[in-house]
């Protein structure tokens, strides 16, 4: 994206068409989701402001809002995932919730008192698959059924609790964020990593389908929770199999056991996600992960080979 333009704060950039009205101020655009979500709107010609403004910093949230003024929302993608996973959080739960409640609340908070729309990036890991039901489908309206949930579960299960109060507001839940690349952030780049797989097939967010639905969803006003992941479940040992259909001979994946998932793997019902969009369906995870893998070039892989041998 381009330099701030002088008459900005420092820590405001427009990307897109400078000269035209902000449709979208984003939050969080330097990480994995946000950076790809980012290229997404750009590339459908919305002009965007982004900002490493903290969520917390209410003063400087106001500030940016009443100068950009978006025509269509303020997207939030900035939060706490953990450092390097979200194992970090249970030994840091307030600057976990400084973030991932008051934080983003707070921004809930400043679009609401200006008639803004607000979407902010949550998550879907709030179920445990029941074996004796591997098939069901949680929906938005199905309480948490983890136990003993991590502190990052906790707080987002208070956050959404919280969120409810907010008419402006929409909340997405991401599974598994899935890039088209092997990025080692992404779920395929992860698995092609581990040395280990289980056979869970759990639904996922593929962004490359899911991403052009936002503004979809933004300009309809959707409100409240939504699933947002792809219809259907990404079976873990699919994955493996297609990745070994397109490396050379001889390389060294992961193999496939019967161990224990270590993070939830629920599917998630996709129902509302579609009629919030006008659709008759959501993207399946199988047929896009196919796609998706097929596409991988012998460079993209050979490129994998030589980073897990400079660790050997």
């Not at 199988?286 to 070039?297: G, N, W």
């Amino acid at each position: 994206f381009r330099e701030p333009i002088s008459a900005m704060p420092p820590q405001s950039v427009v990307s897109g068409m400078a000269a035209a009205a902000a449709d979208f101020v984003l939050l969080g655009h330097k990480g994995f989701i946000g950076s790809n979500l980012l290229r997404s709107l750009e590339s459908e010609g919305y002009v965007v402001v982004t900002s490493e403004v903290l969520l917390q910093d209410r003063a400087s949230i106001d500030s940016l809002l009443d100068e950009h003024k978006p025509k269509l929302g303020v997207i939030v993608a900035a939060g706490e995932r953990g450092k390097p996973n979200i194992s970090w959080c249970d030994s840091h739960p307030v600057e976990t919730m400084d973030t991932n409640v008051t934080g983003q609340l707070t921004v809930a908070a400043s679009c609401y008192h200006r008639g803004i729309h607000c979407t902010v990036i949550g998550t879907g890991a709030l179920y445990n698959c029941d074996p004796s039901r591997p098939e069901h489908l949680f929906k938005e309206s199905d309480p948490s059924n983890i136990v003993a949930p991590s502190t990052y579960v906790a707080l987002r299960v208070k956050m959404e609790e919280l969120f409810a109060y907010f008419p402006n507001a929409l909340l997405l839940r991401f599974n598994y964020p899935t890039s088209s690349d092997l990025d080692p952030r992404g779920i395929i780049g992860k698995l092609a990593r581990f040395k280990t797989v289980d056979r869970s097939a759990p639904s996922i967010t593929i962004m490359e389908d899911l991403f052009p639905l936002i503004p979809v969803m933004v300009k309809r006003k959707v409100t409240g929770k939504v699933n947002y992941v792809n219809s259907g479940g990404a079976a873990f040992a699919d994955i493996v199999e297609a990745l070994y259909a397109r490396a050379p001979p001889g390389w060294k994946g992961p193999v496939v056991g019967d161990i224990t998932p270590q993070r939830p793997t629920a599917l998630l019902d996709t129902s509302h996600f579609a009629a919030c969009c006008g659709l008759r369906e959501i993207p399946t995870a199988k047929a896009s992960l196919q796609r998706i893998i097929a596409s991988f070039d012998s460079s993209a892989i050979e490129a994998l080979i030589r980073e897990q041998q400079s660790k050997l």
